[in-house]
């Protein structure tokens, strides 16, 4: 059988092996497949809205009542309760029935025409911080509002036309328009980076799996154990992850309506070494660990260190140096600082080539301790034999 053919060969038996290992298939196509619809689902409101607070009305005025009513058409406020009693919401609050409330104190409306500055506390949950913002810019924005409603109509008090009024009181406009992440959703950001690390965890536990597996049962065959033949199955699992690549990228983030397809081509490149350093990896840890069970064990409990590593629940710069150093010999660490680059900011390959040149590096530095494991692994099954 000619080489070639052998190769082809041992890449389409090793395709329907992994198809027919009920694990394998598992991790390898319906894993990607469950994440990627399991994972966002939470993520579908994108931004948190409709926090539930409280006011503290010790005024009593016009004023006090506006600022209510601004803050009952927050979108991002439910008001709950407007109370005279701050221990009754204090109360709530400690039930976590509500997340925050803003204090309007006596004489507020008095000390207000007069021009005297007032301080309104806003008191919010700051141990959770993603409710703890959306209370502190949600009655923001409310007194904002309604600062500047007082503001313009003292300075028409004074004389000046209203647009003259508008102008004086803001003589500088800020528009903030948002890039690449335009609806400002907590999945837009998170998801993205987080299916890069599904893709090589699920790659790299499947192949160290069924790696494991075939090291179970003695082989008659020895050019089965070849380096040659390692290559094809290698580049069988590397196809594996390219298919939950192209199921993310190319399928889920458009049904999602997350940012994509910012330079696909880009994309594609990169994948080749991501995929195929991942897949490297798990064959020479499968090879190690020769063994089914122990592969999955050990690498199940790297998840949750890697997502620290990566930076998008911690900004990497800073991480310690020793961390950011570990997290570059990790593929799907350099990867979502590619991925994202490429597929959500169409970034050029220029921008991201020390990635690119870091995903290669990994991918041969894994190709090489992969063969290293399987010529031990060989050796020592020989040992065993004679």
Same mark, same amino acid.
């Given at each position: 059988?000619?080489?070639?053919?052998?190769w082809?060969g041992w890449?389409g038996?090793?395709?329907?092996?992994?198809?027919?290992?009920?694990?394998?298939?598992?991790?390898?196509?319906?894993?990607?497949?469950?994440?990627?619809?399991?994972?966002?689902?939470p993520?579908?409101t994108?931004?948190?809205?409709r926090?539930p607070?409280?006011?503290?009305?010790?005024?009593?005025?016009?004023?006090s009542?506006?600022?209510?009513?601004?803050?009952?058409?927050?979108?991002?406020?439910?008001?709950?309760?407007?109370?005279?009693?701050?221990?009754e919401?204090?109360? *709530?609050?400690?039930?976590? +029935?509500i997340? /925050?409330?803003?204090?309007?104190?006596?004489q !507020? %409306?008095?000390?207000? =025409? @007069? #021009?005297?500055?007032?301080?309104?506390p806003?008191?919010a949950?700051?141990?959770?911080?993603?409710?703890?913002?959306v209370? *502190?810019?949600?009655?923001? +924005?409310?007194? /904002?509002?309604?600062?500047?409603?007082?503001? !313009? %109509?003292?300075?028409? =008090? @004074? #004389?000046?036309?209203?647009?003259q009024?508008?102008?004086?009181?803001?003589?500088?406009n800020?528009?903030?328009?948002?890039?690449?992440?335009?609806?400002?959703?907590y999945?837009?950001y998170?998801?993205?980076?987080v299916a890069?690390?599904?893709?090589?965890?699920?790659l790299?536990?499947?192949?160290?799996?069924?790696?494991?597996?075939?090291?179970?049962?003695?082989?008659?065959?020895k050019?089965?154990?070849?380096?040659?033949?390692w290559?094809?199955r290698t580049?069988?699992?590397?196809?594996?992850?390219?298919?939950?690549?192209?199921?993310?990228?190319?399928?889920?983030?458009?049904?999602?309506?997350?940012?994509?397809?910012?330079?696909?081509?880009g994309t594609?490149?990169?994948?080749?070494?991501?995929?195929?350093?991942?897949?490297?990896?798990?064959?020479?840890?499968?090879?190690?660990?020769?063994?089914?069970?122990?592969?999955?064990?050990?690498?199940?409990?790297?998840?949750?260190?890697?997502a620290?590593?990566?930076?998008?629940s911690?900004?990497?710069?800073?991480l310690?140096?020793?961390?950011?150093?570990?997290g570059?010999?990790?593929?799907?660490?350099?990867?979502i600082?590619?991925?994202?680059?490429?597929?959500?900011?169409g970034?050029?390959?220029?921008?991201?080539?020390?990635?690119g040149?870091?995903?290669?590096?990994?991918?041969l530095?894994?190709s090489?301790?992969?063969?290293?494991?399987?010529?031990?692994r060989?050796?020592?099954?020989?040992?065993?034999?004679?």
């Amino acid at each position: 059988m000619a080489p070639n053919k052998s190769w082809l060969g041992w890449l389409g038996s090793t395709l329907l092996a992994a198809l027919r290992d009920q694990g394998a298939l598992l991790l390898l196509v319906a894993a990607p497949i469950i994440y990627s619809f399991f994972y966002p689902w939470p993520y579908s409101t994108q931004a948190l809205q409709r926090v539930p607070v409280a006011i503290v009305d010790l005024d009593h005025s016009n004023l006090s009542r506006q600022i209510s009513r601004f803050a009952q058409a927050s979108p991002r406020l439910q008001l709950r309760l407007v109370s005279g009693d701050e221990a009754e919401v204090q109360a *709530l609050m400690a039930r976590r +029935e509500i997340e /925050g409330y803003l204090v309007l104190p006596t004489q !507020l %409306k008095r000390d207000v =025409a @007069r #021009g005297q500055g007032v301080v309104l506390p806003v008191l919010a949950n700051g141990a959770y911080f993603l409710t703890n913002k959306v209370v *502190l810019s949600g009655f923001g +924005e409310v007194l /904002g509002t309604v600062s500047a409603g007082v503001e !313009l %109509k003292q300075l028409q =008090a @004074r #004389g000046q036309p209203p647009l003259q009024a508008a102008q004086s009181r803001s003589p500088l406009n800020v528009q903030l328009l948002p890039l690449y992440n335009l609806s400002e959703g907590y999945g837009s950001y998170v998801v993205p980076a987080v299916a890069v690390l599904i893709i090589q965890q699920l790659l790299l536990i499947g192949t160290a799996l069924w790696v494991g597996t075939w090291f179970e049962k003695p082989r008659a065959d020895k050019s089965a154990d070849s380096l040659w033949a390692w290559s094809a199955r290698t580049t069988a699992f590397a196809l594996f992850g390219l298919l939950s690549a192209g199921w993310f990228f190319g399928l889920m983030f458009p049904f999602l309506g997350y940012a994509h397809g910012g330079n696909p081509l880009g994309t594609a490149l990169l994948l080749l070494p991501f995929c195929w350093g991942v897949a490297a990896l798990g064959v020479a840890l499968g090879a190690l660990f020769a063994d089914r069970e122990r592969a999955m064990q050990a690498l199940l409990c790297t998840s949750l260190p890697i997502a620290f590593l990566a930076g998008f629940s911690w900004p990497r710069e800073s991480l310690p140096a020793a961390l950011q150093g570990l997290g570059e010999a990790i593929p799907a660490v350099v990867g979502i600082q590619a991925f994202v680059r490429l597929n959500q900011m169409g970034a050029p390959l220029q921008a991201v080539a020390p990635y690119g040149w870091a995903l290669l590096a990994q991918a041969l530095a894994f190709s090489l301790l992969a063969a290293w494991a399987l010529q031990r692994r060989r050796k020592a099954a020989a040992a065993q034999i004679a």
